[in-house]
């Protein structure tokens, strides 16, 4: 029977809002901006559920920016990569399940370019088995294509064969409820401070991080 596990990348496996804040204050710094233009754009950006497009357009309107919007969202998409950790806690949950025998996958909506650096980048690469990018495939979760794609990538195809099979995520909409349109059980990160929405169905496992995670994938 093969074991899998598909986990979200931006704040599930690596801490997409500390990177982000950096980014801005770097921004903000190299341009001379105020005081209060660095929180003003994490506000904006509202925990990466803007678009980056529309983000960028604010953002150059409200600090009257020369470059056009393509030019400065793929500046971001360049430089964010080097900015974004893997704690080495997650690193080694994850050697810990591929050496029990799991194939290990990410399943990830954004830009191809930018979220493929930040798994090169924060020592994924090595230690999974594939990984699916919404900008490379064309579909985005909660699509439950963009799942069976990643389970493909690595080995595990959905509902090919005997053996468990899991998401883990922070988003309840794209990670939880597409996990379940696909047929997996699922591990929702709250990250410590996050309240479920209302009118979802509850999910069945609630951890604050990756190690969680895998403590109630793997205990008995």
């Not at 960028?56 to 919007?69: I, K, Q, T």
């Not at 990984?131 to 699509?143: L, M, Q, T, Y």
């Not at 047929?183 to 969680?212: F, S, Y």
Request: hydrophobic share 45%.
């Amino acid at each position: 029977m093969q074991r899998l596990v598909l986990f979200d990348l931006d704040n599930t496996l690596v801490d997409r809002l500390d990177a982000f804040r950096r980014w801005v204050g770097e921004f903000a710094e190299r341009r001379g901006l105020d005081d209060g233009a660095a929180e003003w754009m994490v506000r904006l950006d509202g925990d990466g559920s803007l678009p980056m497009d529309v983000f960028f357009a604010r953002v150059r309107e409200r600090f009257s920016l020369a470059e056009p919007v393509e030019e400065l969202w793929a500046a971001y998409r360049a430089g964010m990569p080097r900015l974004v950790v893997c704690r080495e806690p997650v690193l080694r949950a994850l050697e810990g399940l591929r050496d029990a025998g799991w194939r290990i996958g990410i399943v990830t909506n954004g830009m191809e370019d930018n979220q493929l650096g930040k798994i090169r980048r924060s020592g994924l690469a090595e230690r999974v088995d594939g990984w699916a990018i919404s900008g490379a495939e064309g579909v985005r979760k909660p699509d439950p294509r963009l799942f069976e794609i990643a389970a493909e990538r690595c080995g595990a195809g959905l509902g090919v064969g005997g053996g468990e099979r899991w998401v883990v995520g922070d988003d309840p909409v794209n990670d939880v409820e597409g996990g379940r349109t696909a047929g997996l059980r699922v591990v929702w990160i709250d990250r410590g401070v996050q309240a479920w929405p209302p009118g979802l169905a509850a999910p069945g496992h609630v951890v604050a991080d990756v190690e969680g995670a895998v403590g109630v994938i793997t205990g008995p």
